[in-house]
Protein backbone atom coordinates (compact mmCIF):
# COMPACT_ATOMS: atom_id res chain seq x y z
CA UNK A 1 0.00 0.00 0.00
CA UNK A 2 1.74 3.44 -1.66
CA UNK A 3 1.18 6.11 1.33
CA UNK A 4 -0.66 9.15 0.80
CA UNK A 5 2.38 12.19 0.31
CA UNK A 6 2.29 14.88 2.97
CA UNK A 7 1.46 18.23 1.40
CA UNK A 8 3.77 20.71 1.67
CA UNK A 9 3.31 24.65 1.33
CA UNK A 10 5.13 27.59 2.08
CA UNK A 11 5.42 31.01 0.84
CA UNK A 12 8.34 32.88 -1.12
CA UNK A 13 10.20 36.12 -1.13
CA UNK A 14 13.03 38.33 -0.11
CA UNK A 15 13.63 38.81 2.64
CA UNK A 16 11.06 36.47 4.48
CA UNK A 17 11.60 36.49 8.04
CA UNK A 18 9.36 39.21 8.67
CA UNK A 19 6.41 36.80 7.34
CA UNK A 20 3.26 36.15 9.54
CA UNK A 21 2.33 33.88 7.27
CA UNK A 22 3.98 30.60 8.42
CA UNK A 23 2.09 31.76 11.64
CA UNK A 24 -1.21 31.48 10.50
CA UNK A 25 -1.01 28.45 8.19
CA UNK A 26 0.55 26.09 10.99
CA UNK A 27 -2.49 27.47 13.27
CA UNK A 28 -4.80 26.77 10.34
CA UNK A 29 -3.18 23.13 10.14
CA UNK A 30 -3.47 22.14 13.75
CA UNK A 31 -6.74 23.49 14.22
CA UNK A 32 -8.06 21.25 11.61
CA UNK A 33 -5.73 18.04 12.16
CA UNK A 34 -4.05 18.36 8.67
CA UNK A 35 -0.86 17.01 8.03
CA UNK A 36 0.96 19.17 6.12
CA UNK A 37 3.27 21.59 6.78
CA UNK A 38 3.74 25.46 5.54
CA UNK A 39 7.49 27.04 5.45
CA UNK A 40 8.95 30.26 4.84
CA UNK A 41 11.64 30.21 1.68
CA UNK A 42 14.07 32.61 1.17
CA UNK A 43 14.97 32.78 -2.83
CA UNK A 44 16.70 35.24 -4.54
CA UNK A 45 15.74 36.94 -7.59
CA UNK A 46 18.10 35.19 -10.20
CA UNK A 47 16.78 32.03 -8.60
CA UNK A 48 13.03 32.43 -8.36
CA UNK A 49 12.32 29.94 -11.55
CA UNK A 50 14.29 27.35 -11.43
CA UNK A 51 12.91 27.15 -7.55
CA UNK A 52 9.61 27.55 -8.50
CA UNK A 53 9.61 25.02 -11.10
CA UNK A 54 11.19 22.46 -8.39
CA UNK A 55 9.07 22.56 -5.93
CA UNK A 56 6.53 20.48 -7.40
CA UNK A 57 8.26 17.50 -7.51
CA UNK A 58 9.75 17.88 -3.98
CA UNK A 59 5.51 17.80 -2.88
CA UNK A 60 4.71 20.98 -2.61
CA UNK A 61 1.40 21.98 -3.67
CA UNK A 62 1.67 25.63 -3.81
CA UNK A 63 3.12 28.98 -2.50
CA UNK A 64 2.18 32.19 -1.33
CA UNK A 65 4.35 35.03 -3.35
CA UNK A 66 5.57 38.13 -1.25
CA UNK A 67 7.90 41.16 -2.38
CA UNK A 68 9.84 41.40 -4.51
CA UNK A 69 8.53 38.14 -6.80
CA UNK A 70 4.83 39.59 -7.21
CA UNK A 71 4.99 40.29 -10.60
CA UNK A 72 7.92 37.88 -11.96
CA UNK A 73 5.77 34.81 -10.68
CA UNK A 74 3.26 35.42 -13.23
CA UNK A 75 6.36 34.85 -16.23
CA UNK A 76 6.97 32.04 -15.02
CA UNK A 77 3.09 30.27 -14.62
CA UNK A 78 1.62 28.71 -17.37
CA UNK A 79 -2.39 30.02 -15.96
CA UNK A 80 -3.00 33.56 -14.72
CA UNK A 81 -6.31 34.26 -13.27
CA UNK A 82 -8.07 37.29 -14.94
CA UNK A 83 -8.41 38.82 -11.71
CA UNK A 84 -4.19 38.05 -11.55
CA UNK A 85 -3.30 39.58 -14.64
CA UNK A 86 -5.89 43.01 -13.44
CA UNK A 87 -3.84 43.95 -10.61
CA UNK A 88 -0.24 43.12 -11.87
CA UNK A 89 0.85 40.62 -9.74
CA UNK A 90 0.11 37.02 -8.32
CA UNK A 91 0.53 36.24 -4.95
CA UNK A 92 -0.96 32.41 -4.81
CA UNK A 93 0.52 29.51 -6.86
CA UNK A 94 -1.30 26.25 -7.37
CA UNK A 95 0.71 23.35 -8.60
CA UNK A 96 -1.74 21.35 -10.29
CA UNK A 97 -1.59 17.88 -10.86
CA UNK A 98 -1.57 17.87 -14.64
CA UNK A 99 1.99 19.79 -13.61
CA UNK A 100 0.72 22.90 -14.71
CA UNK A 101 1.38 26.49 -12.73
CA UNK A 102 -1.04 28.29 -11.81
CA UNK A 103 -0.97 32.08 -10.86
CA UNK A 104 -3.60 34.17 -8.50
CA UNK A 105 -3.79 37.19 -6.75
CA UNK A 106 -6.50 37.03 -3.43
CA UNK A 107 -5.54 40.59 -1.90
CA UNK A 108 -8.59 41.80 -3.57
CA UNK A 109 -10.63 38.96 -1.54
CA UNK A 110 -8.86 39.14 1.45
CA UNK A 111 -9.10 43.10 1.37
CA UNK A 112 -13.17 42.95 0.75
CA UNK A 113 -13.31 40.15 2.94
CA UNK A 114 -11.87 42.17 5.70
CA UNK A 115 -13.77 44.96 5.53
CA UNK A 116 -16.99 42.62 5.60
CA UNK A 117 -16.09 41.65 8.55
CA UNK A 118 -14.92 44.17 10.45
CA UNK A 119 -17.45 46.83 9.01
CA UNK A 120 -20.98 44.14 8.47
CA UNK A 121 -22.96 47.02 7.80
CA UNK A 122 -20.52 48.67 4.77
CA UNK A 123 -22.27 49.28 1.71
CA UNK A 124 -20.19 50.14 -0.79
CA UNK A 125 -22.55 51.33 -3.29
CA UNK A 126 -23.68 54.17 -0.86
CA UNK A 127 -20.38 56.99 -2.25
CA UNK A 128 -17.06 57.46 -3.59
CA UNK A 129 -13.68 55.66 -2.37
CA UNK A 130 -11.36 57.61 -0.77
CA UNK A 131 -7.52 55.88 -1.53
CA UNK A 132 -4.20 56.98 -0.70
CA UNK A 133 -1.05 55.27 -2.39
CA UNK A 134 -1.11 54.01 -6.40
CA UNK A 135 1.65 50.70 -5.55
CA UNK A 136 0.57 46.90 -6.38
CA UNK A 137 -1.41 46.95 -3.09
CA UNK A 138 -3.48 50.20 -4.70
CA UNK A 139 -4.02 48.03 -7.84
CA UNK A 140 -5.91 44.99 -5.66
CA UNK A 141 -7.93 47.85 -3.56
CA UNK A 142 -9.29 49.59 -6.66
CA UNK A 143 -9.77 46.64 -8.59
CA UNK A 144 -11.66 45.23 -5.92
CA UNK A 145 -13.74 48.33 -4.98
CA UNK A 146 -15.10 48.86 -8.79
CA UNK A 147 -15.74 44.95 -8.45
CA UNK A 148 -18.21 45.51 -5.85
CA UNK A 149 -20.10 48.32 -6.94
CA UNK A 150 -18.24 51.55 -5.50
CA UNK A 151 -19.50 54.34 -7.86
CA UNK A 152 -15.96 56.72 -7.55
CA UNK A 153 -12.65 56.12 -6.30
CA UNK A 154 -10.91 59.29 -5.26
CA UNK A 155 -6.89 58.40 -5.57
CA UNK A 156 -3.82 60.35 -4.65
CA UNK A 157 -0.80 59.03 -4.21
CA UNK A 158 2.63 61.51 -3.31
CA UNK A 159 4.36 60.75 -7.15
CA UNK A 160 0.85 62.12 -9.04
CA UNK A 161 1.39 60.44 -12.36
CA UNK A 162 1.69 56.96 -10.79
CA UNK A 163 -1.84 57.62 -9.99
CA UNK A 164 -2.70 58.52 -13.17
CA UNK A 165 -1.28 55.92 -14.61
CA UNK A 166 -3.60 53.63 -12.70
CA UNK A 167 -6.39 56.09 -13.85
CA UNK A 168 -5.87 55.64 -17.25
CA UNK A 169 -5.73 51.97 -17.01
CA UNK A 170 -9.06 51.51 -14.65
CA UNK A 171 -10.91 54.57 -16.46
CA UNK A 172 -13.27 56.75 -15.94
CA UNK A 173 -14.76 55.81 -12.13
CA UNK A 174 -11.51 56.62 -11.01
CA UNK A 175 -10.55 60.93 -9.80
CA UNK A 176 -7.02 61.48 -9.16
CA UNK A 177 -6.53 64.55 -5.88
CA UNK A 178 -3.24 66.56 -5.97
CA UNK A 179 -1.30 64.80 -2.59
CA UNK A 180 -2.06 68.56 -1.11
CA UNK A 181 -5.29 68.19 -1.41
CA UNK A 182 -5.58 64.43 -0.22
CA UNK A 183 -7.63 65.29 3.01
CA UNK A 184 -9.82 66.92 0.82
CA UNK A 185 -11.32 63.29 -0.38
CA UNK A 186 -12.77 62.85 3.20
CA UNK A 187 -15.06 64.47 2.96
CA UNK A 188 -17.24 63.51 0.17
CA UNK A 189 -15.84 59.51 0.82
CA UNK A 190 -17.98 56.94 2.82
CA UNK A 191 -14.87 54.86 2.05
CA UNK A 192 -11.50 55.46 2.86
CA UNK A 193 -8.35 53.34 2.55
CA UNK A 194 -4.60 54.08 3.35
CA UNK A 195 -2.89 51.35 0.69
CA UNK A 196 0.43 53.16 1.49
CA UNK A 197 3.19 52.24 4.26
CA UNK A 198 2.95 55.89 6.05
CA UNK A 199 2.48 55.08 9.50
CA UNK A 200 4.08 51.87 9.40
CA UNK A 201 6.55 50.89 12.20
CA UNK A 202 10.08 52.49 11.35
CA UNK A 203 7.81 54.22 7.84
CA UNK A 204 7.07 58.48 8.42
CA UNK A 205 3.58 59.19 9.59
CA UNK A 206 0.98 59.87 7.21
CA UNK A 207 0.80 63.61 7.24
CA UNK A 208 -2.67 63.88 5.28
CA UNK A 209 -5.10 66.04 7.20
CA UNK A 210 -7.62 63.81 8.80
CA UNK A 211 -10.33 66.54 9.72
CA UNK A 212 -12.40 65.73 6.99
CA UNK A 213 -13.46 62.49 7.82
CA UNK A 214 -16.99 62.07 8.06
CA UNK A 215 -19.21 60.26 10.92
CA UNK A 216 -19.77 56.94 10.29
CA UNK A 217 -17.58 56.18 7.31
CA UNK A 218 -15.77 53.19 6.68
CA UNK A 219 -11.87 53.91 7.39
CA UNK A 220 -9.58 51.00 6.81
CA UNK A 221 -5.94 51.25 6.47
CA UNK A 222 -3.76 47.98 4.70
CA UNK A 223 -1.03 48.84 7.76
CA UNK A 224 -1.23 46.55 10.75
CA UNK A 225 2.11 47.42 12.73
CA UNK A 226 0.99 48.74 14.29
CA UNK A 227 -2.52 47.50 14.72
CA UNK A 228 -4.41 50.94 15.63
CA UNK A 229 -2.04 53.87 13.01
CA UNK A 230 -2.78 56.99 13.53
CA UNK A 231 -5.46 57.06 11.14
CA UNK A 232 -7.99 54.47 12.47
CA UNK A 233 -6.85 56.25 15.92
CA UNK A 234 -8.03 59.29 14.60
CA UNK A 235 -11.16 58.22 12.79
CA UNK A 236 -12.34 56.60 15.75
CA UNK A 237 -12.49 59.51 17.59
CA UNK A 238 -14.59 61.08 14.42
CA UNK A 239 -16.94 58.17 14.83
CA UNK A 240 -15.80 56.38 11.72
CA UNK A 241 -16.13 52.51 11.72
CA UNK A 242 -12.49 51.21 11.37
CA UNK A 243 -10.86 48.51 10.36
CA UNK A 244 -7.26 47.30 11.03
CA UNK A 245 -5.03 45.47 8.24
CA UNK A 246 -3.94 42.48 10.32
CA UNK A 247 -7.83 41.09 8.67
CA UNK A 248 -6.66 41.26 4.74
CA UNK A 249 -3.48 38.93 5.20
CA UNK A 250 -5.30 36.48 7.16
CA UNK A 251 -8.62 36.15 4.65
CA UNK A 252 -5.96 36.87 1.22
CA UNK A 253 -4.55 33.47 2.79
CA UNK A 254 -7.96 31.64 3.12
CA UNK A 255 -8.43 30.44 -1.15
CA UNK A 256 -4.82 29.14 -0.97
CA UNK A 257 -4.88 26.78 2.13
CA UNK A 258 -8.52 25.69 1.04
CA UNK A 259 -7.14 25.15 -2.49
CA UNK A 260 -3.96 23.41 -1.17
CA UNK A 261 -5.36 21.47 2.38
CA UNK A 262 -8.60 20.69 1.20
CA UNK A 263 -10.52 22.21 3.95
CA UNK A 264 -11.92 26.23 4.13
CA UNK A 265 -10.41 27.76 7.02
CA UNK A 266 -12.51 30.04 9.74
CA UNK A 267 -11.18 33.63 10.08
CA UNK A 268 -11.72 34.32 14.22
CA UNK A 269 -10.76 35.49 17.29
CA UNK A 270 -7.94 32.47 18.00
CA UNK A 271 -7.03 33.16 14.25
CA UNK A 272 -5.91 36.89 15.00
CA UNK A 273 -4.56 35.82 18.45
CA UNK A 274 -2.05 33.29 16.59
CA UNK A 275 -0.73 35.36 14.47
CA UNK A 276 -0.48 37.84 16.95
CA UNK A 277 1.49 35.59 19.66
Known sequence: MTAKPIPLAGVIGNPISHSKS????????????????????HVAERDLADVIRTLPRMGFVGINVTIPHKVA???????????????????TVIFRKDGKIHADNTDGYGFIANLRAGAPGWRPDVGPAAVLGAGGAARAVIA?????????????NRTRPKA?????????????VDWVQAGNMFEDSATVVNTTSLGMEGQPELRVPLDGLQRG????D?????????????????????????????????????????VRPEVDVDTRAAVLA
Open 22 to 41: PRLFRHWLRTYDIAGHYVPL
Open 73 to 91: VMEIADLVTDRATLIGAAN
Open 144 to 156: SLLDVGVPQILLS
Open 164 to 176: EALQAEFGRRIKV
Open 217 to 220: AVVT
Open 222 to 262: LVYAPLRTRLLQVADEAGCVTVDGLGMLLHQAVPGFERWFG
